[in-house]
């Protein structure tokens, strides 16, 4: 069973669209974050939640929204998207504090 | 605050060795490692936590120097898949996200 999944894996949409991004993770974590990975392959935290609570809002643009229904889910919304959103962008979940945060797959977001 | 890995690129032939250092202008609470390929997600090589210490496995390993903020990874004898992007993730605070470096890619050839 894969720790951490991530739906969908590839998605290619226009400017303008809104889409969503799932995140499960099955380990029991209470901590899950969402990371965007852009084409210089830097890695940078966009959201934290702890027990379904925002914990770190990066300076990320409003039309980012993530929700969490329960601690093993962390979804990202994303309103009116624009070229410079086309990134990757990982889900991952860990125990809070000093232990190994695990990441999903990735979902490779195209927008053109 | 991003830590700062260096150097940014390393070519190694297989068996050689290399280090990758990663340093923080700030106190900090914990370092991790990761590798990452292409294409994949980044993998958890090892963590590291406040008080200075050092661990390894295998052939790979490294240290946590808490008075200079300065974690260094080694890879001794490095195989092809030792291939890959490496970052270090800091962690200021107990229960904070980790920040990323901007990477190391490390290629192993034959």
């Known amino acids: 069973d894969t720790a951490v999944s991530q739906t969908p894996k590839y998605l290619v949409t226009q400017m303008g669209n809104d889409k969503s991004i799932k995140c499960e993770q099955n380990?029991?974590?209470?901590?899950m974050y969402w990371y965007k990975q852009d084409s210089k392959k830097f890695l940078k935290i966009m959201f934290s939640?702890?027990?379904?609570?925002?914990?770190i809002n990066e300076t990320v643009p409003n039309r980012f929204s993530p929700k969490s229904p329960d601690k093993a889910h962390l979804n990202l919304h994303i309103n009116s998207l624009e070229l410079g959103d086309s990134a990757v962008y990982f889900c991952?979940?860990?125990?809070?504090?000093?232990?190994?945060?695990?990441f999903g797959e990735g979902s490779w977001l195209t927008v053109v | 605050q991003q830590p700062v890995q260096s150097p940014q690129a390393v070519i190694l032939r297989e068996g050689e060795d290399a280090v990758i250092n990663c340093s923080s202008s700030?106190?900090?609470?914990?370092v991790h490692w990761y590798r990452q390929k292409h294409g994949e997600a980044p993998v958890f090589l090892m963590i590291?936590?406040?008080?200075?210490e050092q661990k390894g496995h295998d052939k790979i390993s490294a240290s946590f120097n808490e008075k200079k903020q300065q974690s260094s990874l080694y890879l001794t004898a490095s195989q092809l898949s030792y291939s890959g992007t490496y970052f270090c993730?800091?962690?200021?605070?107990?229960?904070?996200?980790?920040?990323f470096g901007k990477g190391t890619t490390l290629s192993v050839s034959s």
């Open positions: 991952a979940s860990g125990v809070r504090s000093g232990n190994t945060i695990y």
């Open positions: 700030k106190a900090l609470y914990s």
């Open positions: 993730g800091t962690e200021r605070q107990a229960g904070t996200a980790l920040i």
């Open positions: 590291l936590l406040k008080g200075g």
């Open positions: 939640y702890n027990n379904k609570e925002l914990i």
């Open positions: 380990l029991g974590h209470d901590t």
